[in-house]
């Protein structure tokens, strides 16, 4: 089993930045990918960015050039940098990952998700 705990929600102004993190925990032989989603009042979850075990990232165009996903695989760790907000950035905050356990089992895994408020 594996665990996700994510960190790093909060208000803040608009123009202003936040850096959550998603500390993976568990059986992990390796994360295959690390996602960040959102999804805010009334609306479906969409994914903001995500990162592959090679380093490829993918963005939402809403996002593209403000946020920015990386990851620490020697701690099994995945942030996302997110500069520039705006109100329209306000929603939960979710991470995903797909992690191989040392069975080889692969499973899609999601955190509790973080509260990022963007207001003036």
């Known amino acids: 089993q594996v665990q996700l705990v994510e960190s790093g929600g909060g208000s803040v102004q608009p123009g202003g930045s936040l850096r959550l993190s998603c500390a993976a925990s568990?059986?992990?032989?390796?994360?295959?990918?690390m996602g960040w989603y959102r999804q805010a009042p009334g609306k479906e979850r969409e994914l903001v960015a995500a990162?592959?075990?090679?380093?490829?990232?993918n963005y939402a165009d809403s996002v593209k050039g403000r946020f920015t996903i990386s990851r620490d695989a020697a701690k099994n760790t995945g942030y996302l940098l997110m500069n520039s907000l705006k109100p329209e950035d306000t929603a939960v905050y979710y991470c995903?990952?797909?992690?191989?356990?040392?069975?080889?089992?692969?499973?899609?895994?999601w955190g509790q998700g973080t509260q990022v408020t963007v207001t003036s």
């Open positions: 990162i592959t075990s090679s380093g490829t990232t």
């Open positions: 995903n990952a797909v992690v191989r356990a040392a069975t080889a089992d692969v499973r899609q895994y």
């Open positions: 568990g059986s992990i032989f390796s994360i295959n990918f």
